[in-house]
């Protein structure tokens, strides 16, 4: 499966790539990924959303995981940015279920591997398609 959670107030000095935000991201992941079941293929924190390939057991935990896992990291964040409640979320969880592990998952690895170098600055970042009918997985 395929998740990315977005945020508008992860900006300039509240952005995911500052290693404090980075580190408390990946320590909550591993954390409710481990309780709930998930297995983690692999992710990407990039300075506004995260990328995820997650593999689930069943329903009913990752929903719990999705739930909780949004829910922890939006109060470790405010808190760790001491700021007042505000909205951490854009938008909800956008999800997309990957049906086989061969060509689809692939893509989506590869996908994520981009997003890790243009987070990082190794390669420039590539406007992808906006329109969900262009996407291949």
Request: hydrophobic share 45%.
């Amino acid at each position: 499966m395929h998740l990315v959670l977005r945020s508008d107030t992860a900006i300039g000095q509240r952005s995911f790539r500052k290693p404090a935000a980075r580190a408390v991201i990946i320590s909550i992941l591993h954390r409710w990924a481990k309780r709930y079941g998930i297995k983690i293929y692999k992710y990407s924190v990039n300075s506004n959303h995260l990328h995820l390939a997650i593999q689930a057991t069943n329903r009913r935990l990752l929903q719990n995981f999705l739930r909780v896992f949004a829910g922890q990291l939006a109060i470790a964040l405010i808190k760790m940015w001491k700021a007042s409640p505000l909205k951490v979320w854009s938008t909800r969880i956008y999800t997309r279920i990957i049906a086989s592990f061969d060509r689809p998952f692939a893509i989506l690895l590869r996908y994520i591997d981009q997003n890790i170098l243009e987070a990082g600055g190794t390669i420039q970042y590539k406007p992808r398609p906006t329109n969900k009918s262009q996407k291949r997985y």
